[in-house]
């Protein structure tokens, strides 16, 4: 497991900075480059959790209770993207009941006009703000487990680690040294950390991704050339 101020460090090394790298990341007297590899690495994380909304990694779970006679819950603060097949209410009991889904237009239409029922919630929709409404409205606090995936979390402190599986962090310094080759003109760096960083976005994307646990490629730098393995 690398920390941010670790993969700072390591990237230094790679492109050749004399000393250590970066001490801190919060400091104010790094030099220009240790300052460049700062920021080129935040990005470079940034970038890959974002590159896809629903990212194993960022998937997770929580439990949310009700107010009676509001139909909306209150989100959790990470929420990025809703797991619309798994919003159960009274999970951890017998009568747990998974909501059915519906499109928020036909849900506003079918049941948002004239007065609402209470009761126990059977049905749901997210509205455009991203926030989940239940239907009836609740009567009672029961919990309501939901799922998700989560947004991307920014570096900041130098304990931090990214949400990536640490078995696969050298992609953060792979991608950060593609910003940096490019915005400080090191060609020769350039090629090698290309080949590195598609090599492991490979990987992660295989190890990562819903649907591709069996992916393999035929060739590490050819990402449309892939077979699947039979389960």
């Not at 030099?31 to 974002?50: C, F, G, H, M």
């Amino acid at each position: 497991m690398s920390t941010y101020l670790v993969l700072c460090q390591n990237m230094a090394r790679d492109i050749g900075i004399p000393g250590t790298g970066p001490d801190d990341v919060t400091s104010t007297s790094l030099s220009e480059e240790e300052n460049a590899v700062v920021r080129y690495v935040k990005q470079a994380d940034l970038d890959i959790q974002s590159r896809w909304f629903n990212w194993d990694f960022l998937w997770t779970e929580a439990t949310i209770t009700p107010v009676v006679g509001t139909s909306t819950l209150t989100s959790p603060s990470d929420v990025g993207n809703w797991k619309l097949d798994a919003i159960v209410f009274s999970k951890a009991t017998d009568s747990y009941q998974e909501l059915e889904y519906m499109d928020w237009d036909d849900y506003n239409l079918e049941y948002k006009m004239g007065v609402v029922e209470s009761g126990t919630p059977e049905v749901f929709s997210v509205k455009p703000d991203n926030v989940i409404d239940v239907y009836p409205t609740p009567d009672a606090t029961t919990a309501i487990s939901v799922a998700y995936w989560a947004t991307p979390t920014e570096l900041a402190a130098n304990a931090d680690v990214s949400a990536i599986p640490p078995r696969l962090h050298k992609i953060i310094t792979s991608r950060a040294k593609i910003y940096y080759a490019e915005n400080e003109d090191a060609p020769e760096i350039l090629s090698g950390a290309l080949a590195e960083f598609e090599d492991l976005l490979d990987k992660l994307e295989a190890d990562q991704l819903p649907g591709q646990k069996n992916r393999r490629f035929s060739k590490a730098q050819d990402i449309s050339n892939f077979t699947v393995v039979p389960q």
